[in-house]
């Protein structure tokens, strides 16, 4: 495993990506760079701790937590589209308290944030496992995935519904002081109408987006691919969607966004940047190549270079969109 | 898991098992069966190809003989068995038909005993493969001397195999294929179900107990 700095390689670049400024500041969480690590795409960060030096990283945020474990979907869970990826994995993990008692003690050794992305299904749910995510060491901020159903609430969408968003993102945020970031479904027809009811119901900071509905037919079977019939579409193929979307919650929250759909290179994550996103995140090319946040931290600090800028948040909102 | 060069379209790499490695140079063996075989069959010498790996778990080391279960391109994931391991294993080698006979000269060198049959009976025996192997662990002496399994090939085929060995309290392991994202156990998306839940086929497996799986 490669440790903090011991890799002669990365650290002659982090010297070099360390002479610009890239740290920005989310919901009063420093981080040292603006590159997150997408919920589902970096497991629990041990999973990648082989090819990244986990202390590079903005924040790492976890695979998605609930109070009860699940098993997640039938297989198939994945397949490849067209520069993209539809999935149904079902939420699968292990639950909060396997997270803190098995996963955690890793992630402390660590000099980066931990966001514990988290979700329920039910209001209930959602604040017994802020609660328990926020009185343990190690976890430095909340982020809500509220694209999921209420099944109390006859199964509306957390996400689609704003009554229902508010009511769980109030709820939330009464039981816990740690930076509650909330993560909105692409699949309204207003996410920025939806972005201020997070910011009104007292969330810190906003994630977008998540995943696209989608559907993939097998034409010889007559039958969908995947065993859940729809999943979530993610890969290069989003990225305009999603920086529209970023764009458009940026103008309309006081908030801080993070931007995330789609970043493959430092290219893509300069467009969230450059639209208004204070940070970005990773995620499917974490499965595509690894070291794909390194690669994206080090284009970073290599284009402030050569643009001749000092600090990255010269960078965000600097979009001219006259 | 392999990818010809980093393209959007095809967008991930493909999962493979080292098929043999030779004078320092590793080979794979596939079928050309989507846009990523197809890629890969493009390639010319002197190519940059990616590669991560090797990932996962192995076939356990045979202590003595043992019987290898190949089923068309699941040879690719067994033939080191048969080279490390010569004069080791009974080697029960099924196909479509004849063309899709692969290695089998080689296997025929290696192995112990060779059994082979094509579904259409273009060569050797007519039938599935899992025909001969059930009269051979009902014969006599392998119910005398019973040895372990190895197995790998489409999914008919490992659960007849499942079938066929269960209750005899044998050994008998299968290399499954998936699709699959990351390769490092991170996206979930290549699970197999087994008696303990869900397994990474990437990370837990490929390899697993035939008895612990459960088929769909």
Known sequence: ?322 | MLQTARTYDPLLKRPFSLFRYQDGVLQFLYRIRGKGTECLSEIKAGDVIQLLGPLGNAYPSPEGDFIVVSGGIGIASLFMLLEKYKQKANFFCGARNCDELLMLDEAKTLAKDVCITTDDGTACIKGLITEPFKDFIESACFVKNPLPIYSCGPIPMLIELASIVAGRGLTCYASLEEVMACGVGACLGCVTKTTAGYKRVCKEGPVFRIEDIIWK
């Open chain 1, 1 to 322: 495993m490669e440790m903090n700095g011991i890799n002669p390689a990365h650290d002659s670049s982090r010297v070099r990506s360390a002479s610009p400024k890239l740290s920005v500041e989310i919901a009063g969480l420093k981080l040292k760079n603006p590159v997150m690590t997408a919920s589902g795409t970096f497991g629990y960060g041990e999973e990648y701790s082989e090819f990244v030096d986990l202390n590079r990283l903005g924040a790492i945020v976890v695979k998605g937590l609930s109070i009860t474990p699940k098993q997640g979907n039938p297989t198939p869970r994945i397949v490849e589209t067209a520069s993209g990826i539809l999935n149904a994995i079902g939420l699968q993990n292990i639950g909060v308290a396997a997270f803190i008692k098995d996963k955690l003690p890793f992630l402390r050794q660590f000099d980066t944030p931990i966001i514990a992305n988290f979700f329920g299904d039910s209001v209930e749910e959602f604040v017994r496992a802020a609660e328990e995510l926020s009185n343990v060491e190690g976890v430095h901020g909340l982020e809500m995935n509220i694209s999921c159903p209420n099944k109390q609430a006859g199964w509306c969408i957390f996400a689609t519904d704003p009554r229902t968003m508010s009511e769980v993102v109030t709820a939330v945020r009464k039981n816990t002081r740690l930076p509650l970031i909330v993560k909105l479904s692409p699949n309204v027809t207003d996410i920025a109408a939806m972005a201020k009811v997070a910011e009104d119901a007292g969330a810190d900071a906003v994630s977008l987006i998540n995943t696209l509905t989608g559907m993939v037919i097998d034409i010889r079977r007559r039958r969908p691919v995947l065993a859940n019939r729809i999943g979530g579409l993610s890969g290069p193929a989003v990225k305009p969607v999603a920086v529209r979307m970023v764009w458009e919650t940026c103008k309309a929250v006081r908030i801080p966004v993070i931007g995330l759909g789609g970043i493959m290179n430092a290219s893509d994550a300069l467009e969230f940047l450059i639209a208004g996103a204070r940070a970005v995140a990773v995620g499917t090319a974490n499965f595509v190549n690894p070291l794909a946040t390194i690669e994206i931290i080090e284009g970073l600090g290599k284009f402030l270079d050569e643009e001749g800028i000092s600090d990255i948040n010269e960078i965000i909102g600097s979009l001219n969109a006259d």
